[in-house]
Structures are given as C-alpha cells and as structure tokens.
C-alpha cells in the first residue's frame, strides 16, 4: 500500500498558507491598511470554506449522521481531522487482515503491441485511502486556482505598488506559487486518470519534474505579465479579466446547448436537479479559474458521464498556447508603453524578452513531457514530434504553393505583355530627320 504523500503534502499547503495570510493580514492591519487586509482575508478564508464542502461532498458526509465531523469543518478543520484519519487507516492496514475485498482489473501499457489485463485485489482500507487521495487532490486544485493564484497576484502587486517586499510577503508568496503548481500537477494527473481509466497508469518521477517545470514557468510568467498590467492599467484589466473568465465558463454550456444532450442527472444520486445545476457551474468555475493562469489540461464535457472528454485534443492545445502567448506579448506592449516612474530602474525590453522566452520554456517542457515522459504515451495516436511535422509540411506546402502561383502568375503576366508588344505594328518613316531637313535647306539657299 502506498505512502500517502499526496495528502501530507496538501495538508501542509493548505495550513502553510493560511497561517501566513493570517498574520500577513494582522500586519497590514497594524499598518493601517484595511484594503490589502480584507483582500488577503478574503483570498485566505473563501478556499478555505470551499476546501471544506468539497471534502464533506466527496465523502458523501451530508447524508450521514457524523456531527462531530461536521462540527470540525466548521471550524475549518477538516484536513487536519482528515488527515489524522488516513493516517490512522495506513498504520492500521499492515497489522489487521481484511475481511472483504474487490476485484479490479487493469490493462498494462501497450508492450510489442500487446496489453495484458490484470486482476487486483482491492481491501476496504485502501479503497478508504483511495478516496481520501481524491477527495484532496480535488481540494488542492480548488485551494490553487480559487485562492493561492488570486493571493499571489494581490501580494505581487502589493509589492510592486510599495516597491519593497517584506520577509512575510515573499513567504506568502513562495507557498502560493508552490500551491498552484502543485495543484495544477494534481489536475494534470487527475486528468490522465481519468482519461486512462481502463489502464493502469505509473508516473515516474522525471514526470512529476518536468511537469513541476513546464507549471512553474508558465504560471510564473503569466501572474507578473498580469500584474504589471495592473499597475498602469488598472481599469482595463478588469475586462481583460471578464473576457478571459467568461470565455472559458459558457465554453463548455455553449458546447452542451450545442449538442443537444439531456441534462446529465447521473452526477449524484442524491442532488436534485437545482443541486446539480449548482454543482455544475462550480466545476465550470473552477474550469474558467484554472485555464486564466494555465492549461487546465481537463477538457470540461457536461453531456458526459465523467464530466470530462477523453480524447487528446491536440488542436485545442496549440491554439491555446498560441493565443495565451499573443495575449502575453500584447499586455507587455501596453505596459512598456504605458509605464510609470516606479519602473525607472527596470530596463523594460529586457524584463519583456526575459518573461516572453520563459514562457516558451514552458512550452518546451510541455512538449518534452508529451513526448518522453507521459505515462500512456504509447496510447497516442499521434506523437508530438509527428504533429509538429505534419504542421510544418502544411506550412512549407502552402509557401510552396503561394509561391508557385506567384511565378505562374508573373509568368503569364509577362507573357501577355509580350503578346500584346508583338500585336503592335511598327510604323515606317514619313517625314526626313531633322538633319537631313536642314542639310537640304541648305544646298538650296548655296
């Protein structure tokens, strides 16, 4: 039975980060700064809450009588006591026998072609700590996108506005920045899971690191290139914001609507139709939350019964990327051109080319995760060096074509030209030069 890592981890972000927006708040308190003070509460307390109902929800807590463990969600301490208890069923597993099991079965990785199905015994103790990794992988994910990314922002830009960054603030900042990019690594293989069900998937640990990197470097790059928009154009990043969140949150509705699918009824079995609306826009909340800092990697599919499509949409990849580098590059512009005093000491072009090339560092790790390091690669129908290839044969065909069309046309353009030069008559001589004019005048006058 596996170590519960993933939950220690969560666990540990999760109070790291609330103590320290805690007292972070407590001293821009003392200074007087009741803005930046309720600002920190609320991007500390609001996933805080969030984290709790997830927990109860996924534990089906509602519908069973536990007061004491909802009393300690109250009191936001449901990891903790969570935490406690995996621990608790881990010690317990190795020295008591389980009565009952299941049987589960998973196919290999594709080896020569060939993918072997395999049976596993599953006891009630590690189907326990089954749900509790996935009951916080899913808090994890809700605690970076809906409260550590908003903090990291908020503190960023504290810090550039004053132009100092005291011990607290730097420590804020540094548990936000290892929140999101934890928890975008826990969407990321929460994807895979999902995706390659049937299969029984092992990360390796070059996996965890290149995925660790590509999110460092996209997530990084993309809250300073937000933050020093801000600072000058604070009015404008309010609708850059509602563009960017409300095009991923009707995304997957307008996708649903489309296609004409019933409304799913088979989320829960106990939520009513108005709970499960509510439920829904959450999931397409924390969607829009997720994909305004980084690539959700979860493709959001309501008619679904797993609420998530399967298929590798390479297509929506790259025009992701694409158009997040362009979106990137033109708020950099504007901020270069826009730009206040406090910036006198930073050298603008350079501070521009350091974060556009940190951004296509992420995009490189990505690419190298695809292709070496993904733990089903084998399954893909299609390689990254492939589609790479295939894009640039469609770009090189069609240069290649429109050059073509080119010369033919200036071909034919020069030949109609001379066709028409040829068609001309050329017209004879009929008045003298002028110098046999004036030599004949003269004869005549001698």
């Known amino acids: 039975m596996k170590f519960p890592a993933s939950v220690l981890a969560s666990v540990f972000l999760f109070v790291a980060e609330t103590t320290a927006a805690l007292y972070l708040s407590s001293t821009y308190r003392s200074a007087g700064d009741r803005i930046w003070q309720s600002l920190t509460l609320l991007f500390s307390l609001m996933p805080c809450a969030l984290v709790q109902l997830t927990l109860l929800f996924v534990h089906r807590d509602f519908s069973r009588d536990r007061p004491l463990v909802l009393l300690l969600h109250l009191l936001q301490l449901g990891p903790l006591f969570r935490c406690f208890e995996v621990f608790c069923i881990y010690c317990q597993s190795n020295h008591n ?7 589960t079965k998973k196919r290999q990785m594709p080896k020569d072609g060939l993918s072997e199905e395999i049976e596993k015994e599953v006891g009630q103790a590690e189907g326990k700590l089954f749900t509790h990794r996935s009951a916080f992988s899913r808090a994890s994910v809700i605690q970076a996108f809906l409260g550590s990314a908003p903090q990291l922002t908020l503190q960023l830009y504290i810090s550039v506005l004053q132009q100092t960054a005291t011990i607290g603030r730097c420590f ?15 969407c990321n293989i929460l994807a895979i899971k999902i995706k390659y069900d049937e299969y029984e ?12 990197l590509w999110r460092s470097f996209e997530i990084a790059t993309r809250v300073i290139v937000l933050v020093l928009f801000t600072s000058v154009l604070k009015i404008w990043v309010v609708i850059v914001i509602l563009v960017n969140f409300f095009s991923f949150f009707l995304y997957p509705w307008i996708l649903f609507w489309c296609s004409g699918s019933p409304f799913p009824e088979n989320i829960e079995k106990a939520l009513s139709r108005v709970g499960t609306t509510i439920v829904l826009c959450f999931l397409t909340l924390l969607y829009a939350g997720i994909n305004m800092f980084c690539w959700s990697a979860v493709q959001l599919k309501i008619d679904n019964p797993d609420l998530i499509s399967k298929s590798q949409n390479w297509y929506g990849l790259l025009i992701y990327y694409m158009m997040r580098f362009l979106e990137n590059a033109v708020l950099l ?44 690669k084998k399954l893909f129908s299609s390689s990254v060096s492939e589609s790479i290839r295939s894009c640039l044969r469609c770009v090189c065909w069609a240069c290649m074509r429109q050059k073509s069309t080119e010369s033919v046309e200036k071909a034919e353009t020069y030949l109609k030209s001379s066709t ?5 008559p050329s017209t004879s001589k009929i008045s003298p030069e002028p110098t046999e004019m004036w030599s004949a005048i003269d004869l005549h006058s001698a």
């Open 172 to 186: 804020i900042m540094a548990l936000s920045l290892l929140s999101i990019v934890y928890g975008a690594l826990r």
């Open 420 to 424: 028409e030069q040829d068609a001309t």
């Open 201 to 212: 998937v092992k990360v390796k640990v070059l996996a965890y690191v290149c995925i660790f």
């Open 333 to 376: 512009l504007l901020w270069y051109f826009f730009k206040t005093d406090i910036y006198v000491y930073v050298c603008a072009p350079l501070l521009i080319l350091q974060l556009l090339i940190g951004y296509c560092t992420a995009i490189l790790f990505m690419l190298v995760f695809y292709q070496f390091f993904h733990p089903c």
């Open 97 to 103: 026998e389980e009565p009952y099991v299941s049987i």
